[in-house]
């Protein structure tokens, strides 16, 4: 993937796709595979640099993982039980990667140094090393807060009954996957509902996991079994080319096999309340629901975001804000200080990118106001966030000029075939 790249200004959205397997439900395939015991087959699994990250970081760790062509992967499961060492990881861009890591190692008691790029070694970490901490792991942040950072094997973990303050699936991940080392029970207890793709795969593994009013109780030392198993394409992929279709001057898009979590569509609701053509299909339900999605070109209108849908679509505002540049009148984002927090300041880098193509945009700390307009073209700077890269490059099919976008390598973290897909649809993107 070039670093530079050209959006020409226009073009359609008009098609049938299928997007990459789901990130997230990726990581935790692979992870989840290699603490079963037995041979595990995924299907459609993403081959992004992300999941790859986790991919290199079990097979360091002595995993047998094969992966072949069509996306298939293959892993003979450890038992729960990764051979003692001292391990060097990199995670690259990942923090679902260093954050899951983080509570399955410091579970298994196993001493690593985990470290990735500029921009995951900036991300804050202390939010899963605190709980980790009081289960009884050693871990050393730099600088009390970022990678690069050490896990020290301790004594057998002690399970607890974890509040976060922040609306985090990673961190909820962390202290569920240290909880399957503990003896007992491990009770989290969510400040709202994040995405739950480590509950279900966990109880698709066979794992001792309850979830009632709001708690979610995981029993320690489960036997996991092997699976086999496809995963759905993500949702937070086809976003892009949903809101493309709906801004384009002529769109109209079928998104087959796309996975339809609820705790993931909190943009559907949010682009329905401004007015757009959106009809989702559920197809199956095994351990994920999976479906269509029909979606047609049209107008739009701005809209305050309801805080409440703001974990289900944490991943999507970067082309939340795209579609409400698009929009007539004024769109308002308050509560969401975790974009601050992602691959980077998304508040900060799409505020940017819009006011240099001439949209009207203010700043908050925990969100932006953006009236919709013109869009101009010109030159913007992804910073290297993969999903800023995406949305601006959506921006073209409404914008005047060309647009450059800047810093866009790290497309190929979670969407590799993006600029193929899109090409395909009718945008002039290289
Ligand atoms: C993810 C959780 C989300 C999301 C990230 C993937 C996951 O982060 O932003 O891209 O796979 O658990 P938080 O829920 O930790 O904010």
Redesign the pocket.
């Known amino acids: 993937m070039k670093n530079e790249l050209v959006a020409k200004s226009g073009g359609r959205v008009i098609g049938e796709v299928e997007v990459p397997g789901d ?3 990726s ?2 395939a692979i992870i989840f595979g290699s603490l079963a015991s037995g041979k595990s087959i995924i299907e459609n699994c993403l081959m992004g640099d992300d999941v790859l990250a986790t991919i290199r970081a079990f097979k360091d760790m002595g995993i047998e993982i094969n992966v072949s062509s069509e996306n298939l992967v293959s892993i003979n499961g450890c038992n729960m039980s990764i051979r003692q060492g001292k391990y060097q990881l990199d995670l690259g861009n990942s ?2 990667s260093i ?2 890591l983080m509570g399955l190692l410091t579970g298994m008691g196993i001493n690593a140094l985990l470290t990735g790029d500029d921009s995951l070694r900036r991300r804050p970490m202390k939010r899963v090393s605190d709980p980790l901490a009081k289960m009884g792991a050693k871990i050393k942040l730099t600088n009390h807060e970022y990678a690069p950072l050490e896990l020290f094997g301790s004594e057998l973990l002690k399970p607890i009954k974890f509040e976060p303050k ?8 962390a202290v569920l996957l240290a909880g399957l080392f503990c003896d007992g029970e491990t009770v989290v207890k969510e400040i709202s509902q ?2 739950d ?2 509950e279900r795969m966990l109880a698709l593994f066979g794992g001792d996991i309850k979830v009632q009013g709001g708690h979610i109780f995981v029993t320690g030392k489960p036997t996991l079994k092997a699976q086999k198993l496809t995963v759905p394409g993500d949702f ?1 992929s086809a976003a892009f080319l949903l809101v493309g279709a709906i801004i384009a001057d002529q769109g109209e898009l079928l998104i087959k096999n796309v996975g339809l979590n609820p705790t993931r569509l909190g943009l559907i609701e949010m682009l329905k309340k401004m007015g757009a053509n959106i009809h989702v299909n559920l197809i199956s339900n095994e351990f994920e629901p999976v479906g269509d999605i029909r979606v047609r070109n049209g107008d739009l209108n701005g809209i305050t975001v309801d805080p409440s849908l703001i ?1 289900a679509a ?2 999507e505002f970067p082309i939340f804000f795209i579609a409400a540049a698009c929009a007539e009148g004024v769109t308002v984002l308050r509560g969401a200080n ?1 974009l601050r ?3 980077s300041d998304r508040l900060a880098v799409m505020g940017e990118g819009l006011s240099r193509m001439g949209i009207k945009v203010k700043r908050f700390d925990d969100g932006i106001e953006i009236q919709g307009g013109a869009i101009s073209g010109g030159s913007v700077n992804a910073r290297g966030d993969h999903r800023c890269a995406m949305s601006f490059i959506i921006a073209s099919l409404k914008a005047k000029r060309s647009i450059k976008i800047l810093n866009t390598k790290e497309i190929t973290t ?1 969407f590799p075939n993006f600029l193929e897909i899109i090409n395909s649809l009718g945008l002039s993107v290289n």
């Open positions: 990130k997230s439900i990581h935790r923090g679902t954050r899951l922040v609306a985090s699936a990673q961190v909820k991940s994040t995405r793709h480590t937070s974990p944490i991943d975790e927090h992602k691959e979670s």
